[in-house]
């Protein structure tokens, strides 16, 4: 059983940047393609960006595509989300998740393993 931990969310004015991590541990993290995904209150969990098992392709949804920056360290058994230039629309909670899957990783049903979850808030 993989178990994941978010960390490293805050507040930060717009224009700022912030750097989330999140933690495996429990099972062979270099198997798994990770994700990360947001949930604004009131609205859906969307994708925000994935990175397969070895680092060599990474996907970004359109509204961070140039702002956002997903790395993983397998050394760490940590997968990072750089956000920069952030948007007050950029205010959610922020998740990350591991996948066996090697495609539909935009797709949250597609992840087996998720964390807890960190707080990202925006202000203008």
């Known amino acids: 059983q993989v178990q994941l931990v978010e960390s490293g969310g805050g507040l930060v004015q717009a224009g700022g940047s912030l750097r989330l991590s999140c933690a495996a541990s429990?099972?062979?993290?270099?198997?798994?393609?990770m994700g990360w995904f947001r949930q604004a209150p009131g609205k859906e969990r969307e994708f925000v960006a994935t990175t397969s098992w070895n680092g060599g392709t990474t996907y970004y949804a359109d509204s961070v595509k140039g702002r956002f920056t997903i790395s993983r360290d397998s050394a760490k058994n940590t997968v990072y989300l750089q956000m920069n230039s952030l948007k007050p629309e950029d205010t959610a909670v922020y998740y990350c998740a591991g996948s066996l899957y090697i495609d539909y990783l935009r797709l949250d049903s597609f992840y087996d393993y998720w964390g807890q979850g960190t707080q990202v808030t925006v202000s203008s």
């Open positions: 429990g099972g062979t993290f270099s198997r798994y393609a």
